[in-house]
């Protein structure tokens, strides 16, 4: 009877996703880590009555790491471009009396789960980064005439100091990290906001999407002295039994670990444990996030990344605008359990 109940007892820390106290390691259940499937994203704009419509839309790319095959939807001209880290396709044209138009790309992509050890051991120190990317990606920075990266404010500046407890760059954005799923709460706007909040509004108000979530946190990283950036993608989530995507934002922060010294940080998780948030979010970024955009420390970066397009039109028409973003054919090619170990050692097994 004792080694059915212990037997018993092991079962469902397995399936609780805790077995701490028995391996020193704890596992989280499966999940997908390769999916493939098929994005489109872009505009369908409809037009009424007889006139001229000019139209400027630049449509970044998904990441190059994952991207498979590349469509361009609509039969108009466009060029390439590169702006930072990112590749574009750039339309600008002029049309007459035209009804209909649709605009953007369609992709395949094959995407696997990436992360990094929890064991820091192996990052720079704040002292030792780059004074140019320290320059770049540690100021303020806004969109039009409202900042939202807000680096100088002084309650930013006072939460910052007060979480840079060593001088190693991943201890510090893990510490701001757990300040921030510790005092903030996700929320999903209702209504569509014409600007995100800024970093100062989002801590007054304790809670944000992920937009926002991720503003106060690069703002405090930048404040304590590491580099951050925004991203902005999307997020395969399932539903129903089904697939459907989602825009989205996160941080990334630069600890000389990762992809070129970058490591991704999930700021809109809803698990409600810090402990769990850092297993899941911190230095992770899993299969179902695509990079589409990465902010290169610039006011006109940050402005691209909330406004893609742009039209002109005579007096007599009339425009409906509607962005359209589809994904289809998800297949999931593996499922691992995320294991993180006492060490720090985190991998999926």
């Known amino acids: 009877m004792r080694n059915y109940i212990l037997f018993l007892s092991i079962i469902i820390l397995i399936f609780s996703g805790c077995l701490d106290n ?10 997908p880590t390769t999916i493939e499937y098929k994005i489109s994203y872009g505009y369908i704009i409809n037009v009424s009555g007889n006139g001229k419509i000019n139209i400027t839309y630049t449509c970044p790319l998904p990441d190059a790491h994952k991207l498979q095959n590349l469509s361009i939807v ?13 590749e574009m396709i ?13 605009l953007g790309i369609s992709a395949e992509i094959i995407s696997n789960a ?12 704040i002292e030792d980064i780059n004074q140019h990317l320290k320059k770049i990606y540690c100021r303020d920075e806004g969109i039009e005439n409202k900042t939202l990266i807000q680096v100088t404010n002084g309650e930013i500046k006072t939460i910052a100091d007060k979480l840079r407890t060593s001088n190693n760059t991943f201890d510090v954005g893990k510490n701001i990290f757990v300040w921030l799923k510790t005092h903030t709460t ?12 800024s970093a100062i509004e989002t801590l007054k108000l304790k ?19 590491i580099p951050a950036r925004l991203v902005k993608g999307y997020l395969i989530v399932e539903e129903d039994n089904d697939y459907k995507v989602i825009p989205h934002a996160w941080a990334e922060i630069y600890t000389g670990m990762g992809e070129n010294g970058w490591i991704p940080v999930e700021c809109a998780g809803i698990s409600g444990d810090a402990d769990t948030e850092v297993h ?3 230095g992770v970024e899993d299969a179902f996030h695509l990079k589409v955009y990465v902010d290169n420390g ?52």
């Open 280 to 282: 899941q979010n911190f």
């Open 298 to 349: 610039t006011n006109e970066s940050l402005n691209l990344s909330f406004e893609e397009l742009k039209v002109w039109y005579e007096k007599s028409l009339h425009l409906d605008i509607n962005p359209f973003l589809e994904v289809s054919d998800v297949h999931v090619m593996n499922y691992k359990n995320l294991v993180v170990k006492k060490n720090g050692e985190r991998f999926y097994r």
């Open 114 to 125: 990436f992360l990094v050890s929890l064991n820091g051991s192996n990052a720079c120190d």
């Open 186 to 197: 996700y929320v999903y706007h209702q209504e569509e906001q014409k600007a995100p909040q």
């Open 90 to 102: 750039v339309w600008s044209f002029e049309k007459e009396n035209v009804k209909s138009i649709k």
């Open 207 to 225: 809670a944000g999407d992920c937009d926002d979530l991720s503003i106060l946190y690069i703002s405090l990283c930048r404040s304590a002295g």
């Open 22 to 31: 028995l391996f020193g390691e704890v596992i989280y259940e499966k999940t």
């Open 74 to 86: 609509g039969n108009y001209p466009y060029r390439k471009a590169k702006y930072g880290e990112n």
